[in-house]
């Protein structure tokens, strides 16, 4: 929404270095944007990558189990 409002500000600017200072201004808001979601996307990949370790984990954990079982069964 910032860069946005820079970007109108500058349209409806008359003198030219202020209107350049304003869409620069804008664009280093699309900059914050990009570098947001960035991280976002980030966070969101190593929440799941951390689930499927979690999930592989136990997977793994209750392979052992029932191999343990099976092997005192057979004994």
Do not use: G, S, W
Not at 24 to 52: G, S
Not at 53 to 74: N, P, W
Request: hydrophobic fraction near 35%; charged fraction near 40%.
């Amino acid at each position: 929404m910032r860069a946005e409002e820079f970007h109108a500000k500058a349209e409806n600017c008359q003198f030219p270095e202020t209107k350049d200072t304003l869409r620069k201004v804008a664009e280093n808001y699309e900059e914050l944007v990009r570098r947001a979601e960035q991280v976002v996307t980030l966070a969101e990949l190593d929440e799941r990558n951390l689930e499927a370790r979690r999930v592989a984990q136990e997977y793994a954990d209750d392979e052992r189990a029932v191999t343990t079982q099976l092997r005192h069964r057979i004994n």
